[in-house]
């Protein structure tokens, strides 16, 4: 059974910094593409950023692209959001996810990724 717990949000002010991190466990990680979405109040779940299974590929919404980093450490089993010059926009709960069967879907998808986490609540105040 596959498990995904996010850590690290929190409340910041705009322009402020979070490292969000997301631990995985019950399956192959090392061979999984990992992703975070985030669902703002009011608004559909939407793709934040992408990272393949190796590190080497990585995939930005455009409204984060330039603040923030997704980044995996495959020994520790986590995925890593590192988001600087946070925006009251940013506000939202970030979901952390992983792939399951549908790697036809391209890894910006929600369709590709079969497992969630319960999320993590960011609140950049204005």
């Known amino acids: 059974q596959v498990q995904l717990v996010e850590s690290g949000g929190g409340l910041v002010q705009a322009g402020g910094s979070l490292r969000l991190s997301c631990a995985a466990s019950?399956?192959?990680?090392?061979?999984?593409?990992m992703a975070w979405f985030r669902q703002g109040p009011g608004k559909e779940r939407e793709f934040v950023a992408a990272i393949n299974w190796s590190g080497g590929n990585t995939y930005y919404t455009d409204s984060v692209k330039g603040r923030a980093t997704i980044s995996r450490d495959n020994a520790k089993n986590t995925v890593y959001l590192q988001m600087n010059s946070l925006k009251p926009e940013d506000t939202a709960v970030y979901y952390c996810a992983t792939e399951g069967s549908n790697t036809n879907y391209n890894m910006m998808s929600r369709r590709r990724y079969d497992y969630w986490g319960q999320g993590t609540q960011v609140t950049v105040s204005s």
């Open positions: 019950g399956r192959t990680f090392r061979r999984s593409a």
